[in-house]
């Protein structure tokens, strides 16, 4: 056999070689994104907020609705005193300050008020003392219906966190379909689609946002559906500009050859190939939608008490700032949403120079 510069002989390449050339774009994006120690520091604490989330029931120390009246606005690491009531499956703290002694049938004790009063051991939850009586601590303080302030924010990760991934799923799923149809079909299908998006922007977001919610009605549901309704308009002309360049590749071209219907070819082989800007463009548009989850709340748009939500917490607590009292009311919960937002940008950000066909290494 004749040696060229040109001729290369298979089987001279080593296994090593060979797993490398058979492994996927992924792979190679995926080497790039762990060596983003930022972008890996905010899916690290993405990570981590979900499994909050996940566990909201078992890792939180008090139910986040449950009202003690007594203890409102109690500060950082405040402990109380309580007695703990069953009553129809249901249990209740009666503050005290103290108890005076115990009896076969009842507990005497000091209540919140300084009264002698007395209740009878049935009526509390079964057990011996230890069950009964315990000494709580508030460990980021309670809020002005003395509601626990860390429960509240462990059970709002779940509302802000579902509502960004739902929301944002109704955006792609709309961007990708409309973008996808007006670059593919151009013309008068892309004229129409266009003019669509212009009209959707050229309506301030949050305004939109507002004028569903106030049509659709306050609550969960409704909240996810107005945000993802009106954060397609990026993906859509993305998605428009990645077909318009592939689908004047070869291999789309040959798709038409074959007989191919524009749905398959659409779905089953353009699409594809644009993923990585779509995933890009939902990992940004998740931050906006947890920001835009927490501008209704703080208007009373979104979700509704007594569910907790971070953008409700910080508008019960911004007037205690005004007041120079009980400024962690307001500021946890911001820096909550804070730290959600600059992990999901962080992991943004590591996933646009991950799938940058410009980066070698």
Known sequence: MVDSPYFVDKDKFSEAEKARASRSLWYYSWIRFKRNRLAMAGLVLIVFLILVAVTAGIISPFDPIDQTLEYATRPIGFKGNVLIRADNNREDYIPIKSINRISNDSVFYID???????????????????????????????????????????????VSLSVGLISESISIFIGVFLGALAGYFRGKVDAFVMWFINVIWAFPSILFIIALSVVLGKGFWQSFVAIGLTGWVDIARIVRGQFFSLRETEYVEATRALGYKPIRIIFRHILPNTIGPIIVTGTAGLATAIIFEASLSFLGLGVQPPTPSWGQMVFDGYKY?????????????????MLTVFAVNLVGDGLRDAFDPKMKR
């Open 112 to 158: 919140y008020t300084g009264n002698a009063a007395a209740i009878g051991i049935s009526e509390l939850r079964k057990g011996d003392e230890s069950d009964w009586h315990e000494e709580p601590r508030y460990v980021l303080g309670t809020d002005r219906y003395g509601r626990d302030i860390l429960s509240r924010l462990i059970y709002g990760s779940r």
């Open 321 to 337: 700032i005004v007041a120079g009292t009980n400024w962690g009311l307001a500021v946890f919960p911001s820096i909550a949403i």
